[in-house]
């Protein structure tokens, strides 16, 4: 039903035509200062002027996107009075948030797979940083299983799409500017900044903390996802 959606489809269109321009902005601005940088030793390459910014943007544009995509899963079902149906149905709580869950994923795997294609149509003039590039693409993959398991859960809240949407970004955009305002080293702040923690994959520095901090910030919403939607089965 995602993929059948004309919202999905012109979104993902406008993600795409929006980062090719940054990534063409990026490319040009690279080779009108390329003959400064072959005077620097060890100058920054392809990779880290053109591909991390490209990363970066993408996760601010995400930020809007996945509010939404997310806001209709659980509120609109609610409002047109077809989640009640389908809590109705022999399937668990569990089975129906994570389906869900995992249509979005594939959905947004799409368009990172999109990016980094583009990406890669780089190695045309020179040469990458894969692993660079590999570590970027998988801190935009763990930072979109985040936004979507918030989503899935500030939308299981509500019967307002509108209103589903305007909290997530509420929250997300709460996150973003704590990490702007906040210094590098600013005690537990830094370590619970989630877009610190995808600055950090996309700058190619993988840690066990990082990994961590991801998987149990998804789990954690998925699993109150799961709560709620148990307790409105148990109460009717």
Not at 30 to 35: A, D, G, R, S, V
Request: overall charge negative; proline content about 3%.
């Amino acid at each position: 039903m995602l993929f059948a959606s004309p919202l999905a489809w012109i979104l993902l269109a406008l993600i795409h035509m929006l980062l090719a321009w940054f990534f063409l902005g990026r490319l040009d601005a690279f080779l009108q200062i390329q003959p400064q940088l072959v005077q620097i030793e060890n100058p920054p390459g392809f990779t880290e002027t053109i591909v991390t910014p490209v990363f970066a943007m993408a996760a601010v544009l995400l930020l809007v996107l996945i509010p939404l995509l997310t806001m209709r899963q659980f509120a609109e079902e609610r409002k047109n009075h077809t989640l009640t149906l389908l809590l109705s149905a022999p399937v668990t709580a569990t089975e129906i948030v994570l389906g869900k869950f995992l249509a979005l994923i594939i959905f947004f795997l799409g368009i990172i797979g999109l990016i980094v294609g583009m990406c890669l149509s780089l190695t045309a003039g020179g040469e990458l940083d894969y692993g660079l590039v590999l570590s970027g693409a998988l801190g935009l993959f763990l930072l979109v299983c985040c936004f979507v398991a918030l989503g899935l859960y500030i939308s299981s809240l509500t019967a307002q799409p509108a209103l589903a949407a305007i909290g997530v970004l509420g929250v997300l955009l709460g996150f973003w500017i704590t990490d702007m305002v906040t210094d590098d080293h600013q005690g537990w702040v830094h370590f619970v900044s989630i877009f610190k923690q995808f600055e950090l994959l996309n700058n190619g520095l993988i840690d066990t903390f990082s990994g961590a901090y991801f998987f149990l910030f998804t789990l954690f919403f998925i699993v109150l996802t799961v709560r709620h939607l148990d307790g409105e089965r148990l109460h009717g």
